[in-house]
T-cell receptor, first 117, second 114 residues
Framework: GAGVSQSPSNKVTEKGKDVELRCDPISGHTALYWYRQSLGQGLEFLIYFQGNSAPDKSGLPSDRFSAERTGGSVSTLTIQRTQQEDSAVYLC???????????????FGPGTRLTVL | AQSVAQPEDQVNVAEGNPLTVKCTYSVSGNPYLFWYVQYPNRGLQFLLKYITGDNLVKGSYGFEAEFNKSQTSFHLKKPSALVSDSALYFCAVRDGDNTGKLIFGQGTTLQVKP
C-alpha cells in the first residue's frame, strides 16, 4: 500500500519568501504529525493533529509557522517570511489513533529538504 | 517533561559482532518507548516499541531492546551486526498518556565495518 508522501522533495527559496510543504498521510490514519530535522540535531516536534480535536501546536517555533489539515487527510505546513535558520528537513508522519493506552506507531514520509538562501 | 538521551553520537562495530545503542529516559507516568532507524536518504522506519509486558522487546531486522526500569534505560541490541545496519538510530518516548506526540533523542550513528 501507499505510504506517507510529501511534496516537494526539495525546496530552495530566498530569505523572506513564504513556502508551503505538503503531506499526504496513509489512508485511514487519523493522526498526523510534523517534525523538523536540522543538521546535527535530532527530530524536533512541530505540530500534531488527531481527528477533529484541536491540534497540538506546542512545537511550532514561531508565529511564522502554521499548519492545517483539510478534510482530515492532507496537511500543509506553511512557513512565512522564511529565515536561514528554517533550513532543515521537514518530516511528516501519520498513524492510527494515538490517544489512550493503545498506542499506534508513526509512519514517516521521506521528508522535504528546505534550503533558505 | 518526558525526555530521552542518547549518550553516544556514534557507535562503531565490526560486522558479526554484537551491537548496543544506548538510550536512557525520564518520564512521569507510564513509559512508552520506541526505536526508529533512518537509512541514508530515506525516511524514518519504526523498529520496535515498549508499552507494557516483557522487558525484552523484539523488532524488525533482528533488533531487540531491553527495558530496564531501575536504570531507566531502553538500549537497542542486535546479536550480530551487518554492514547494512549502518544508519542513524533514534530513541523516542511518548509525551504523555493521551497524546501521539513523540520526543526524540539526538540520534546515534551506527557504523558497521566489514
Amino acid at each position: 500500500g501507499a505510504g506517507v508522501s510529501q511534496s516537494p522533495s526539495n525546496k530552495v527559496t530566498e530569505k523572506g519568501k513564504d513556502v508551503e510543504l505538503r503531506c499526504d498521510p496513509i489512508s485511514g490514519h487519523t493522526a498526523l504529525y510534523w517534525y523538523r530535522q536540522s543538521l546535527g540535531q535530532g527530530l524536533e516536534f512541530l505540530i500534531y493533529f488527531q481527528g477533529n480535536s484541536a491540534p497540538d501546536k506546542s512545537g511550532l517555533p514561531s508565529d511564522r509557522f502554521s499548519a492545517e489539515r483539510t478534510g482530515g487527510s492532507v496537511s500543509t505546513l506553511t512557513i512565512q517570511r522564511t529565515q536561514q535558520e528554517d533550513s532543515a528537513v521537514y518530516l511528516c508522519a501519520s498513524s492510527l489513533p494515538a490517544s489512550g493506552p493503545s498506542y499506534n506507531e508513526q509512519f514517516f514520509g521521506p521528508g522535504t529538504r528546505l534550503t533558505v538562501l | 517533561a518526558q525526555s530521552v538521551a542518547q549518550p553516544e553520537d556514534q557507535v562503531n562495530v565490526a560486522e558479526g559482532n554484537p551491537l548496543t545503542v544506548k538510550c536512557t529516559y525520564s518520564v512521569s507516568g507510564n513509559p512508552y518507548l520506541f526505536w526508529y532507524v533512518q537509512y541514508p536518504n530515506r525516511g524514518l522506519q519504526f523498529l520496535l516499541k515498549y508499552i507494557t509486558g516483557d522487558n525484552l522487546v523484539k523488532g524488525s531486522y533482528g533488533f531487540e531492546a531491553e527495558f530496564n526500569k531501575s536504570q531507566t534505560s531502553f538500549h537497542l541490541k542486535k546479536p550480530s551486526a551487518l554492514v547494512s545496519d549502518s544508519a542513524l538510530y533514534f530513541c523516542a518516548v511518548r509525551d504523555g498518556d493521551n497524546t501521539g506526540k513523540l520526543i526524540f533523542g539526538q540520534g546515534t550513528t551506527l557504523q558497521v565495518k566489514p
